[in-house]
């Protein structure tokens, strides 16, 4: 499992199973599954209320998705161009890295604009 920064919230995930379930951290009662018909991999949570999950497609091709964990709700999906190795965040700075099997520099540095929009920057080094 995994806790949130604040330890508000915990998530549930077993690698390569679909769904991921989020609980109260406190009661333990299961507040909502992000992912239900995806195969999650990886989960960081990015800010309290905010987690970044890597899922593989039934294609076999993966994305980070991002979810509120209160509400369940998707966030925005993220399409990685290649296999998904590692994935970590920064919750301080709001920053999502992504370590890529086949890339031209083999990571992705992502900044998450939080609050107001969602609106998401990519930038590669």
């Not at 239900?36 to 890597?54: G, M, R, S």
Request: proline share 3%; hydrophobic share 35%.
């Amino acid at each position: 499992g995994l806790f949130s920064p604040g330890e508000q919230f915990l998530i549930l995930f077993n690698p390569g199973v679909k769904g991921g379930y989020v609980l109260d951290a406190v009661s333990g009662r299961t507040m909502n599954i992000v992912c239900k018909n995806e195969k999650v991999y990886i989960c960081k949570f990015l800010t309290d209320e905010v987690c970044a999950v890597c899922t593989q497609g039934s294609t076999r091709h993966h994305f980070i998705r991002l979810f509120n964990v209160k509400s369940g709700d998707q966030l925005t999906v993220i399409n990685m161009e290649s296999r998904v190795l590692c994935l970590d965040t920064n919750p301080r700075k709001h920053l999502i890295t992504v370590g890529l099997e086949k890339s031209k520099y083999n990571f992705k540095l992502i900044q998450v604009k939080l609050p107001g929009g969602n609106e998401i920057r990519k930038n590669q080094r």
